[in-house]
Nanobody, 115 residues
Framework: QVQLVESGGGLVQPGGSLRLSCAAS????????MGWYRQAPGKQRELVAS???????NYTDSVKGRFTISRDNAKNTVYLEMNSLKPEDTAVYYC?????????WGQGTQVTVSS
């Protein structure tokens, strides 16, 4: 059974940075595009960044130029580097395949941007 475990969230001031990590329990990444999703209170979950197996990336407009997604297939890990964070980035962040596979949703990691 595949498990995806997110980590790296926390409380950060506006303008700060965080690096999220997502580790898989088995070799999933080589076969799938992976993505970082987020869900803010009262809002639907959205895809913010994705990366294909060969490494092509895509970002939602609100994070372009600030977030960078990367993957290490040897470590079965995908990362999200977040810079110039804004209060509106506050959400629970999840990783999953793209498109997402429902049983793979993990607990997520909370990111709070506040002064």
């Amino acid at each position: 059974q595949v498990q995806l475990v997110e980590s790296g969230g926390g409380l950060v001031q506006p303008g700060g940075s965080l690096r999220l990590s997502c580790a898989a329990s088995r070799r999933l990444f080589n076969l799938n595009a992976m993505g970082w999703y987020r869900q803010a209170p009262g809002k639907q979950r959205e895809l913010v960044a994705s990366i294909t197996g060969p490494g092509s990336t895509n970002y939602t407009d609100s994070v372009k130029g600030r977030f960078t997604i990367s993957r290490d297939n040897a470590k079965n890990t995908v990362y999200l580097e977040m810079n110039s964070l804004k209060p509106e980035d506050t959400a629970v962040y999840y990783c999953n395949t793209v498109p997402p596979i429902s049983p793979f949703w993990g607990q997520g990691t909370q990111v709070t941007v506040s002064s």
